[in-house]
C-alpha cells in the first residue's frame, strides 16, 4: 500500500465527519459521543457500499433481493434446489415477499418451479441452466468488488472489525 492509503487507514487524515463530531462536542458537551463519527462513518460506508453492490448487479440484471435468492439457491450446491419455506426461512422474509420474488425470476428464465413429489401440496424452486449461469457470473463480480474493498485493510484489521461486527450486532 502506498503512503496515502495507509495514512488513511492509520485514520491520520481529519473528514468531514470530525468536523461534524467536533461541532456537536462544542455544542453538547454534555454528551458522550465518542461512538458518533464511527456510526458515521459506518453509515457512509454502507450507503457507498450499497450502491456499489447494486451497481454491479444491474449488470446482470438482477435486483439485491433476486440476488439473495438465486445466491440462496446456488449455495445449497447441485441440484440447487429449495422449497419455499426453506428459501424465506434461510432469506428470514415471508413466503409473499419470495412469491414475488421467484415471480419475476421464474418470468426471466432463471428459476422454475415443479410440484414437490413428496408433497404434492407444495413445490420446489431450483436454478435454471441460465440462472446457474446469471448466478455464477454476478458473484464472480460481486466477490471481486468486495474483495477491493476490503483489501485496503490488512488481514489483522479485517480480522478485528469482523469480531467488532460480530459484538455490535449480538448487542442489537
Not at 441452466?129 to 463480480?141: E, P, Q, R, S
Amino acid at each position: 500500500m502506498d503512503g496515502g492509503t495507509d495514512a488513511c487507514i492509520s485514520g491520520a487524515e481529519p473528514d468531514q465527519i470530525d468536523g461534524i463530531v467536533e461541532q456537536w462536542q462544542s455544542e453538547r458537551p454534555d454528551l458522550d459521543l465518542s461512538a458518533m463519527g464511527m456510526f458515521a462513518r459506518m453509515k457512509m460506508f454502507i450507503a457507498g457500499l450499497t450502491a456499489s453492490m447494486d451497481d454491479e448487479l444491474d449488470k446482470h440484471g438482477l435486483t439485491p433481493g433476486e440476488f439473495d435468492v438465486l445466491s440462496t439457491l446456488r449455495r445449497t450446491g447441485p441440484p440447487c434446489v429449495l422449497i419455499p419455506s426453506q428459501l424465506s426461512a434461510s432469506l428470514m422474509m415471508s413466503r409473499a415477499g419470495i412469491t414475488n420474488r421467484l415471480d419475476r425470476l421464474e418470468a426471466a428464465g432463471l428459476v422454475k418451479r415443479n410440484l414437490d413429489p413428496d408433497d404434492r401440496r407444495s413445490f420446489r424452486v431450483g436454478l435454471t441452466d441460465k440462472g446457474l449461469a446469471v448466478i455464477d457470473d454476478a458473484l464472480t463480480g460481486h466477490a471481486a468488488n468486495i474483495a477491493r474493498l476490503a483489501n485496503h485493510l490488512t488481514a489483522e484489521q479485517r480480522e478485528q472489525f469482523d469480531q467488532a461486527l460480530r459484538v455490535l450486532l449480538r448487542a442489537l
